[in-house]
């Protein structure tokens, strides 16, 4: 196996001798090319978005600026729907959008937005959602107020994100013992404070 990445158009490639495979503007992986899965990866896929609630039409998910990974998502439940979130409580809120991703290499992750999370304490109850390629129901967000005030959710709130990911289905290789690592056994704080 190379142990080096071979980058192509903003991609890692599979190093197979000296001779790169893939690239492009895709993700590959490094490997021996025999082992190795190469992933036709495209920046930008098509997913598949359902509208189930006409209230939404004007407020549908988008990238803020040009390098953001995630895309907010808005509660809908109906006209002035206003619920406070007591210290503590959780509560599953609608975005009025199903969506359908079909491509079984990608997955969604839904994530708490930043802001809320550090200044509010709003969270996910799960702390990261996520909806797999097969999934079509309406996307729906689990909040949690883990602050020790009350949290007022409104209609239109910008209260998650959502970022599409690259999955990947390894297999096992079953064995007896470990190659040896520098690392070994060695569990938490084995890199010492500093």
């Known amino acids: 196996m190379v ?10 490639g599979i190093m ?21 899965t190469i992933y036709n990866y495209n920046p930008q896929p098509n997913i598949k978005l359902k509208i189930l609630d006409s209230r939404i039409e004007n407020s549908l998910p988008e990238f803020q600026t040009p390098g953001s990974a995630a895309m ?10 206003a619920y ?9 809120v609608g975005t009025g959008l199903a969506i359908y ?30 909806l797999d390629s097969d999934y079509q129901n309406e996307v729906q ?23 599409f990911v690259p999955i990947l289905r390894p297999t096992f290789e079953i064995v007896e013992e470990f190659d040896k690592s520098d690392r070994g056994l060695r569990g938490w704080g084995s890199t010492g404070k500093d």
């Open 72 to 81: 907010d998502l808005r509660v809908c439940e109906w006209e002035g729907f």
């Open 101 to 130: 991703i079909e491509d079984p290499n990608i997955a969604a992750m839904l994530l708490p937005r930043s802001g809320l999370g550090h200044n509010k304490g709003i969270v996910l109850g799960n702390l990261v959602g996520l």
């Open 3 to 12: 142990n080096k990445p071979w980058g192509g158009g903003g991609g890692i």
């Open 16 to 36: 197979k001798g000296e001779n790169p495979i893939g690239g492009g503007s895709g993700i590959t992986f490094i490997g021996d090319g025999n082992l190795a």
């Open 141 to 163: 967000i689990s909040v949690w107020n883990r602050s020790h005030e009350p949290f007022t959710i409104h209609e239109g709130d910008r209260i998650c994100q959502i970022m």
């Open 84 to 92: 406070e979130l007591d210290p503590g409580e959780s509560i599953l």
